[in-house]
């Protein structure tokens, strides 16, 4: 249902308020009803997945939506079960404080443009995957090159090549284009002035090749899911305009039926005289299906306009062409008097 949709959004987002509150220790210590509005909160979330549960128990699980719910649930009661002052759940506590931001994401399973977005990243991971492994073997090949060639501790930047940790973490920062110029003023530094080729050649390969790649792959995956989801909106839309326009003319063939069957059992009225009694009924702003656009009003005053201009110009053309025709006649019985 739409208000139910409506109230659970505007739940969540409240929730999110309270949370955002929460990261404030002066507006903690003036309000003191957090934990309250938290449990009412998760009974608000325990009874929809009740709700949702009972409505279709069978299909709920198939849902991972729902599933998600449930884990997020969970999750919320952990910190109305642990201790927080046993030194045990001390860490636990804390990394399960954080984790209730997860209950925020609840918001996705009532927002289709949402859920269309979310199908199209999980379409989108195995080609990805695959970019990323070929991005992380060209990095393993640059890598291992970097450290034979800038990564000897006497000459050479062992602080950044000089181990195989290091230089992967190095190509990381050239693949993403970030401080790559510090790194190249480093070699250039030690003399390294034939870097600059290996510098540019990964930046071509990781940076505008398989970096950019991964990122075209995502785009067109979510063009694609977003051109789906217009077309199913565009789809429920003529639905439903086609379920109106059978509710309109079942109305009106109920209403014919009707004065049909007041005809027949009246006796002194005619089906022309209920007809006016049904046309005072009748407003300008009453609805009217109409399968052909022939059968439009618009149309047939257009046809009639069209109708009186052609009568307007062929009466004047009938009346030449008469007196044409006229005026060849005398001039034939002039030239036959004429000696």
């Given at each position: 249902?739409?208000?139910?949709?409506?109230?659970?959004?505007?739940?969540?987002?409240?929730?999110?308020?309270?949370?955002?509150?929460?990261?404030d220790y002066a507006i903690k210590l003036v309000l003191f009803s957090f934990q309250l509005a938290d449990l009412i909160i998760i009974s608000i979330y325990t009874t929809e997945m009740l709700l949702k549960?009972?409505?279709?128990?069978?299909?709920?699980?198939?849902?991972?939506?729902?599933?998600?719910?449930?884990?997020?649930?969970?999750?919320?009661?952990?910190?109305?079960?642990?201790?927080?002052?046993?030194?045990?759940?001390?860490?636990?506590?804390?990394?399960?404080?954080?984790?209730?931001?997860?209950?925020?994401?609840?918001?996705?399973?009532?927002?289709?443009?949402?859920?269309?977005?979310?199908?199209?990243?999980?379409?989108?991971?195995?080609?990805?995957?695959?970019?990323?492994?070929?991005?992380?073997?060209?990095?393993?090949?640059?890598?291992?090159?970097?450290?034979?060639?800038?990564?000897?501790?006497?000459?050479?930047?062992?602080?950044?090549?000089?181990?195989?940790?290091?230089?992967?973490?190095?190509?990381?920062?050239?693949?993403?284009?970030?401080?790559?110029?510090?790194?190249?003023?480093?070699?250039?530094?030690?003399?390294?002035?034939?870097?600059?080729?290996?510098?540019?050649?990964?930046?071509?390969?990781?940076?505008?090749?398989?970096?950019?790649?991964?990122?075209?792959?995502?785009?067109?995956?979510?063009?694609?899911?977003?051109?789906?989801?217009?077309?199913?909106?565009?789809?429920?839309?003529?639905?439903?305009?086609?379920?109106?326009?059978?509710?309109?003319?079942?109305?009106?063939?109920?209403?014919?039926?009707?004065?049909?069957?007041?005809?027949?059992?009246?006796?002194?009225?005619?089906?022309?005289?209920?007809?006016?009694?049904?046309?005072?009924?009748?407003?300008?702003?009453?609805?009217?299906?109409?399968?052909?656009?022939?059968?439009?009003?618009?149309?047939?005053?257009?046809?009639?306009?069209?109708?009186?201009?052609?009568?307007?110009?062929?009466?004047?053309?009938?009346?030449?062409?008469?007196?044409?025709?006229?005026?060849?006649?005398?001039?034939?019985?002039?030239?036959?008097?004429?000696?």
């Amino acid at each position: 249902n739409p208000l139910f949709n409506s109230i659970m959004i505007s739940i969540i987002s409240l929730n999110a308020v309270f949370l955002a509150m929460e990261t404030d220790y002066a507006i903690k210590l003036v309000l003191f009803s957090f934990q309250l509005a938290d449990l009412i909160i998760i009974s608000i979330y325990t009874t929809e997945m009740l709700l949702k549960f009972y409505v279709d128990p069978l299909n709920y699980w198939r849902s991972g939506y729902n599933l998600f719910d449930v884990i997020v649930l969970l999750i919320a009661y952990l910190p109305y079960i642990l201790d927080k002052n046993d030194t045990k759940h001390y860490k636990p506590w804390d990394i399960i404080t954080g984790v209730q931001a997860l209950k925020i994401l609840k918001l996705i399973s009532y927002s289709r443009g949402m859920r269309s977005l979310i199908t199209a990243l999980g379409q989108t991971v195995k080609t990805v995957i695959y970019v990323l492994v070929l991005l992380f073997l060209l990095m393993f090949i640059f890598a291992i090159l970097g450290y034979g060639l800038y990564g000897d501790p006497e000459t050479g930047d062992s602080k950044n090549w000089g181990n195989l940790a290091s230089a992967l973490f190095t190509l990381f920062s050239l693949v993403t284009v970030d401080g790559w110029t510090d790194l190249q003023d480093e070699l250039d530094k030690r003399g390294f002035s034939a870097s600059r080729a290996f510098t540019i050649v990964f930046i071509l390969l990781g940076f505008f090749l398989f970096f950019n790649m991964s990122i075209g792959v995502v785009i067109m995956n979510i063009q694609d899911s977003t051109q789906n989801y217009e077309r199913e909106l565009k789809a429920e839309k003529q639905a439903a305009l086609r379920a109106k326009k059978q509710a309109i003319l079942q109305r009106q063939q109920e209403e014919v039926n009707m004065l049909m069957h007041q005809q027949k059992t009246s006796e002194y009225k005619t089906f022309s005289e209920l007809v006016e009694d049904f046309k005072k009924t009748l407003h300008h702003s009453d609805p009217m299906v109409l399968e052909d656009f022939c059968a439009s009003i618009p149309f047939i005053d257009l046809y009639l306009t069209s109708l009186d201009l052609q009568d307007n110009t062929a009466i004047p053309l009938a009346l030449l062409l008469e007196s044409l025709l006229c005026q060849q006649n005398e001039n034939k019985k002039e030239k036959l008097v004429a000696p």
